[in-house]
């Protein structure tokens, strides 16, 4: 193939010497490798005439060689660079010439190379070091690559360093010099980064980095683009390295160069020329300017006093005023904000990380006047295009601009630190100042309230800024923002009102609350704010609750007519309101009939929203919509329950009988609302359209769940027997045994309850409890048999779990208990689902680690009869799981079983596992070596490494070298 | 060097890399596959999810504030455990932890001949 004459089937000839090196290497003996190589470096002369790309991949095929066989046969190649020299020269390929040439020698043969030649040399020293840098290279392949390529530098300089240290003024034929002067460029960055990754401390890096200099004397020749495209990539490379590779002479050099008229006049042509379109060499000597001023931001930071550093602060905030916006038509302020940021933390905080600066230091206030300019720059680049304009942006221009919008953002609130309220008075100006022109400047208030949001989020306590916040407030802006043409305004105000709830809060702010909860309210009615809005209402109501207790008729009326007539309103939204509602229901109403009366006005409104579901659910064609409005119902119910939490700090005793009395008598008000709850999950709940439903499910239980937390009475506060109830009802009734999950669910929540701790007949209700559980959903499961359903298999295993933790009495009196115990809970550890085994371990794992010493006599015995009875049992169901049986993700599980046995029994585990694994017949090797598992287990008691040795116990069982992770 | 050795194997620990795993895992023991295939297939999967969350994830911007309690770098993996964090999500969602560790492995070049 690589003698063929057509080009691509010469590269495929290369490209499939790669892929077989890369294969089948190793098959090649040590005795052939050299003339492998000859062979590779023959092919690589022979086509070197030929288009670039083909010689290219030759290159790396012969490097490719190199690595591999450097693994093996040590140094095959110890000088080849001199060699690829001495091949081309002599037009004979020579590979693994056993001592180097002297240095005069060579540099007569480098040069009496011709222009090809140098060529092909320049570009195998260049492949050279690139590949041996490569992430693929193996870690034990490096030391002596690294080393061959450190012994060869002093080859590769004798080839670059005649055209490296040509003045740009002795150029006479720029047209064949060029070309060249590219390559040497390329293979100089090249060798040198790949020396610093070998040993950034070795002498020939000092060697390599004193050329930069001369490197950079060749920024003259703008004339040719790549000339000057390459220097500022050996430059940026450079500077990436600076601490080895820059040295204080080409420091010197640059920081005069990026500070002088001519770096100015460079950046004057950017700031002037519209929309990108640069001079070609512009765009590369401002990535280096950039890349410089992030190198130096620190010294700047520290010696501002300094024209040279000033300058080029000054220069890199001049370059924020070339227009356009960021991404989309210039893309290079978005490239100053890592200087930026740098050159903030840097005059803010030491080394160590502690704050030097405040706002009050008058040695900063030339750094604070700065900042205040670059951020009044970056305002202008954080202005939202026209409709008009965004329209005709891709994708990438859109989220490329909007991510600048959020450095910018972040570099804002760093900055604050720096200037503090003088900013944010500032940004509050550009807001009134946008808003006193006609018509409106919107995007110039987007980009204030944007930036003020920044700030906003990150203030504590009581700021002067929140003296600010109220000149915002006091502005026209809440009156104009609903007439704004631009969504994002109304957005981002949404945000800002959300960031300054803390100010709401304070006695100030709480004056301005009726002002901005009717321009949220009225947010709601848009569908793509209502999700913002709702949220800022869910949390003004959370914590400002006091100051909205008069609001809130206003509110229910407006919740009214959201759920009658707002229907492209997400439904989180109106979730979130029912919920803002109750929280100011319970926190700042304190009059607790007042406080029945709204809320039963609230669960009213519910109720009307459920009757629409009822009313859909008996159309056939429309029970899809029914079920969303349903659900939405109970998730706002659910809402509702979790804001009507009690406060932890209550006074229980002296209220807790006006509670009993005022949310459980019969005929209370209390009661009353309580019966509506009810009533609106049981007419959702026993609709036959959503008969074992599972989405219905789900929400109804996170009503009758909201409650179960609490310790005193509440209008979420069900008793044991309303839940108990519900569960025999959906357990009762029809669906699949699959949508039961959240019913079991509910259940495990009912045992750990607080509230229902207190009942009197607690004990009877569990027992009812297990009944239920046990003729509804275990038996109809068939619960014993591998086709069970393993979502009724882990939410009764969870239950257990729970009956374990409260009421162990329960479980182990019960009739049932050898079913659920001995039975199921034994079985389900061999059961086919992970997650169900996950349970069943916990389980078993629980019941072990019950302390006796804190149980009753009779129940300790009772613990270790279950153990005694069981142990055998799970014992015989881990030692099959473990020699093989087992998918690879339930080991853990299972070495977490065998660990805590033999931690809590180790004798009677022992003994178990040993009978477990002698009941199958096994090869005297497997014998011996499944009796010293168990030793060795049974010498640890539960300690590391047991896990490891389990698995690895489990991989030697199944006959596989491998663990998979 | 294969392409197979290019890619982390961290995210074989992930639900769905046990997922596969166990899948891979029972047709062995079935017989219905070799060894090799799997780890073939596993290697697929490491190069597979590493592009994946490359290209296909949908980058969303989060930033955090902490104490960084503990940090080392070893083998090539940094490991940071940050206590009392807080993270800032878009749309001013917040998040705290009391605990949360990171870890981050080097970026290597995928599979190139």
């Given at each position: 193939m690589l003698s063929s004459a057509n080009p691509n089937v010469r590269f495929f000839g290369a490209l499939t010497y790669t892929v077989k090196l890369n294969s089948d290497w190793q098959s090649i003996p040590p005795e052939s490798v050299s003339q492998l190589l000859l062979q590779l470096l023959n092919w690589f002369l022979t086509l070197g005439h030929g288009p670039r790309y083909i010689t290219q991949k030759l290159a790396a095929t012969l490097l490719l060689a190199l690595i591999k066989f450097s693994e093996s046969s040590g140094s095959i190649w110890p000088y080849p660079i001199q060699d690829v020299v001495i091949s081309v020269v002599r037009n004979t390929p020579t590979v693994g010439t056993g001592e180097s040439i002297d240095d005069e020698a060579f540099q007569s043969m480098v040069q009496s190379l011709d222009a090809h030649g140098l060529s092909i040399v320049l570009l195998l020293c260049t492949t050279f070091a690139e590949e041996i840098s490569r992430a693929d290279v193996p870690r034990q392949s490096r030391p002596p690559l690294y080393k061959l390529l450190l012994d060869s530098t002093h080859h590769t300089l004798a080839v670059i360093k005649p055209i490296l240290t040509t003045p740009p003024s002795s150029i006479t034929s720029p047209d064949s010099f060029h070309p060249i002067l590219v390559s040497v460029l390329n293979s100089f960055r090249a060798w040198t980064i790949s020396c610093v990754s070998a040993d950034a401390n070795a002498p020939v890096v000092s060697t390599l980095a004193s050329f930069l200099p001369s490197v950079i004397e060749f920024l003259q020749i703008e004339s040719d683009k790549s000339v000057y495209e390459t220097v500022v990539d050996v430059l940026i490379d450079f500077m990436e390295w600076a601490d080895k590779l820059v040295t204080a002479e080409s420091m010197k050099i640059l920081l005069a160069l990026f500070s002088s008229p001519y770096a100015a006049s460079k950046i004057e042509k950017v700031v002037a020329t519209l929309e990108g379109n640069h001079e070609d060499i512009t765009e590369a000597f401002l990535n280096s300017f950039i890349s410089f001023g992030e190198l130096v931001a620190k010294d700047i930071a520290a010696n501002l006093g300094r024209p040279e550093y000033r300058r080029i602060v000054d220069l890199t905030a001049e370059l924020l005023r070339i227009p356009g916006f960021p991404i989309e038509d210039e893309n290079v302020s978005n490239r100053t904000l890592e200087f930026w940021d740098l050159f903030v933390e840097s005059i803010l905080y030491d080394d160590d990380g502690t704050l030097l600066a405040s706002a009050k230091d008058v040695r900063f206030s030339d750094t604070q006047s700065i900042m205040m300019q670059v951020i009044s720059l970056l305002w202008i680049k954080l202005r939202l295009p026209d409709s008009s304009i965004a329209v005709q942006w891709t994708q990438d221009s859109r989220d490329g601009f909007f991510a600048f919008r959020k450095d910018v953002a972040d570099l804002i609130e760093s900055s604050y630190q720096l200037v503090q309220t003088r900013l944010y008075s500032v940004l509050v100006q550009f807001v009134i100042d946008s808003m006193s022109v006609t018509p409106i400047d919107w995007p110039g208030v987007e980009a204030s309230l944007y930036a003020l949001n920044a700030i906003t989020q990150s203030l504590t306590s009581d700021p002067p800024e929140f003296e600010l916040l109220q000149t915002l407030l006091d502005s026209r802006l809440v009156s104009v923002l609903p007439t704004s043409p631009l969504l994002r305004a109304r957005q981002t105000s949404l945000s800002l009102i959300a960031s300054a709830i803390p100010y709401f809060q304070t006695d100030a702010g709480k004056k301005y609350i009726p002002t901005v909860v009717p321009y949220l309210f009225q947010c709601l009615a848009s569908p793509s704010l209502a999700l913002h809005a709702s949220r800022s209402i869910f949390q003004l109501c959370s914590e400002c609750a006091t100051a909205l207790r008069d609001d809130v008729p206003g509110f229910l009326s407006i919740y009214r007519d959201m759920l009658t007539h707002g229907g492209a309103i997400d439904a989180i939204a109106k979730e979130r309101i029912a919920g803002a509602i109750a929280e100011v229901l319970q926190q700042g109403v304190d009059d607790l009939a007042l406080r029945t009366v709204y809320l039963s006005d609230l669960v009213d409104v519910l109720s009307g929203y459920a009757e629409e579901a009822v009313r859909l659910a008996n159309d056939p064609t429309a029970v899809s919509d029914a079920r969303d409005i349903a659900a939405s119902a109970l998730k706002s119910l659910a809402m509702v329950g979790k804001a009507c939490r009690g406060v932890e700090d209550i006074d229980r005793i002296s209220i807790s009988s006006t509670l009993e009395h005022h949310w459980n008598a019969a005929g209370a008000s209390g009661r009353l609302v309580k019966d509506k709850i009810l009533e609106i999950v049981g007419a959702i709940s026993h609709l036959p359209a959503f008969a074992g439903d599972i989405t219905i499910r789900q929400n109804a239980t996170g009503v009758l769940k909201a409650g179960l937390s609490e310790s005193l009475p509440g209008p979420f506060t069900w008793t044991a027997d309303v839940i108990l109830g519900y569960i025999r009802d959906e357990i009762g009734s029809v669906g699949r045994l699959d949508t039961l999950q959240p019913v079991l669910t509910l259940a495990a929540s009912l045992v750990a309850s607080n509230s229902i701790s207190g009942t009197p007949d607690i004990h009877h209700l569990c027992v009812q409890l297990l009944e239920v559980l046990y003729t509804g959903a275990l038996v109809p499961n068939n619960a014993l048999t591998l086709n069970s359903d393993p979502d009724v298999n882990q939410g009764t295993l969870e239950i257990l779990s729970k009956f374990l933790q409260r009421y162990l009495d329960v479980i182990l009196a019960s009739p049932h208990f050898e079913s659920l115990v001995l039975q199921f809970a034994v079985a389900m550890v061999?059961?086919?689902?992970p997650l169900v085994v996950k349970s069943a371990v916990k389980f078993w794992n629980d019941l072990l680690n019950l302390s006796p010493d804190s149980q009753s006599p009779a129940i300790a015995h009772a613990i270790k009869q279950v153990i005694d009875i069981s142990g055998p049992l799970l014992m015989s169901a881990v030692a099959s799981s473990i020699s093989g049986a087992a998918p690879r993700s339930l080991v853990t599980e299972y070495a977490k079983l065998i660990k805590t046995f033999f931690r809590t029994n180790t004798g009677p585990a022992q003994q178990w596992l040993t009978v477990a694994f002698q009941i199958e017949n096994c090869t005297a090797d497997k014998a011996r070596a499944r009796h010293t598992f168990v030793e060795k287990i049974a010498r640890l008691r539960g300690r590391p490494p047991t896990e490891t040795i389990v698995k690895d116990f489990w991989i030697a069982e199944r006959g596989q070298t491998f663990d998979y992770v | 060097m294969s392409a197979s050795n290019v890619y982390y194997e961290l995210y074989r620990r992930s639900s769905i890399g046990v997922a596969l795993i166990d899948s891979l895992d029972e047709l062995i023991k079935d017989s219905k596959i070799q060894p090799q295939l799997a780890m073939k297939i596993l290697s697929t999967f490491d190069r597979s999810i590493s592009e994946a969350l490359t290209e296909k994830v949908k980058s969303t911007r989060l930033s955090f504030k902490g104490h960084l309690d503990t940090y080392r770098f070893c083998d090539d993996v940094w490991t940071f455990i940050i206590l009392d964090v807080h993270f800032k999500m878009e749309g001013n969602e917040a998040i705290v932890a009391d605990k949360i560790k990171i870890v981050a492995n080097n970026v290597k070049k995928p599979g190139e001949q």
């Open positions: 061999t059961a086919k689902e | -």
